[in-house]
């Protein structure tokens, strides 16, 4: 069963910075394509940025291409989404999940699975 961990979210102020850890059990970490994913109160959950197995590849939501970076370290199981440029519409609650299957298909929750608890973005204006 995959499990994952969301960790590094808090408070900021707008144009400030935040970096968020996933770490993940339960599966061959470095076979598959990880996600960041987040969630605002009323609306949909939506891609923030997707990786493939190996780093070499990623998919980035339109909003946050230019300011977000996502990396992952396959020696040590961990997923990373640096937050650069932060805006109050950022604001979410963040969540990372495993690809369902072996190749990146895209960065839509439903290709994913696994999900944490989350961890919760606030940016001030």
């Known amino acids: 069963q995959v499990q994952v961990v969301e960790s590094g979210g808090g408070l900021v102020q707008a144009g400030g910075s935040l970096t968020l850890s996933c770490t993940a059990s339960?599966?061959?970490?470095?076979?598959?394509?990880m996600g960041w994913f987040r969630q605002a109160p009323g609306k949909e959950r939506e891609g923030v940025g997707c990786?493939?197995?190996?780093?070499?590849?990623?998919d980035y939501g339109d909003s946050v291409k230019g300011r977000f970076t996502i990396s992952r370290d396959n020696a040590k199981n961990i997923f990373y989404l640096q937050m650069n440029s932060l805006k109050p519409e950022d604001t979410a609650m963040y969540y990372c999940?495993?690809?369902?299957?072996?190749?990146?298909?895209?960065?839509?929750?439903?290709?994913?699975?696994?999900w944490g608890q989350g961890t919760q973005v606030t940016v001030s204006s």
């Open positions: 999940a495993a690809g369902r299957m072996y190749y990146l298909t895209g960065c839509v929750p439903s290709e994913y699975h696994g």
């Open positions: 339960g599966l061959p970490f470095g076979a598959y394509p």
């Open positions: 990786i493939n197995y190996s780093g070499s590849t990623t």
